[in-house]
Structure formats: C-alpha cells, structure tokens
Nanobody, 121 residues
Framework: QVQLVESGGGLVEAGGSLNLSCIAG????????MGWGRQAPGKRRDVIAT???????VLADSVKGRFTISRDAAKNTVFLQMNNLKPEDTGVYSC???????????????WGPGTQVTVSS
C-alpha cells in the first residue's frame, strides 16, 4: 500500500510563510516525479508544483515567484516553501507521487490526504 503523508499546514497572516513537507512510503518505488496540488473551498484540485527525478520544475502561474518546490529523492520527500502568502492561497494542499507500487505493473499518480492552509487577510 502506498502512503503519502503531508505536514506543515496551518493558519498564517497574509504576507507570511509556510513550509510543507510530504513523505511517500509503503510499497511505492521508482518515483518519476512528486508535486503538490491545491483545492480551494468549493473548487476542484489543481496541480500547482511538480518536480521530476531529473530536477525539472513546473510551477503554476499563480505561485511563480512565491512558492519553491524541492525534493530529497533518497528519502522520497518533497517540500513546498510558500512565501508572501495571500488569502487566495487558502485551501487543502495535497502532495502527489508518480511511481510504481509493488504488485502493480504500471506507474500511477498517488495522492496524500492533504493538509489545510488558511491565509487570513
């Protein structure tokens, strides 16, 4: 069973910073990429940051210049440093990992349960 566990969410004032962490564990292996999605209240989840095993980074326009994604591949861990937070950044932040799991012969995108981030104005 694949498990992704996020940490680091919370309540912060506008202009503040938070650093999210996520570790992928269980039966996942050969992770090609890890990333983060955000689901604002009443909206669908959007992918906002991705980093591949080769270090290629893709950021959504809404977070460019404010959020930084990094990864410790040896520990199957991904981080999201969020600076200059805005009220519109409020939502549930979930990490993802694209990899193989024992007993499954194709890669899949797995998601964690998420951590709440609330930015007050």
């Amino acid at each position: 069973q694949v498990q992704l566990v996020e940490s680091g969410g919370g309540l912060v004032e506008a202009g503040g910073s938070l650093n999210l962490s996520c570790i992928a564990g269980g039966t996942i292996f050969s992770i090609a990429s890890m990333g983060w999605g955000r689901q604002a209240p009443g909206k669908r989840r959007d992918v906002i940051a991705t980093i591949t095993s080769g270090g290629r980074i893709v950021l959504a326009d809404s977070v460019k210049g404010r959020f930084t994604i990094s990864r410790d591949a040896a520990k199957n861990t991904v981080f999201l440093q969020m600076n200059n937070l805005k009220p519109e950044d409020t939502g549930v932040y979930s990490c993802n990992a694209d990899g193989f799991a024992v007993g499954i012969n194709r890669s899949k995108l797995y998601w964690g349960p998420g951590t709440q981030v609330t930015v007050s104005s």
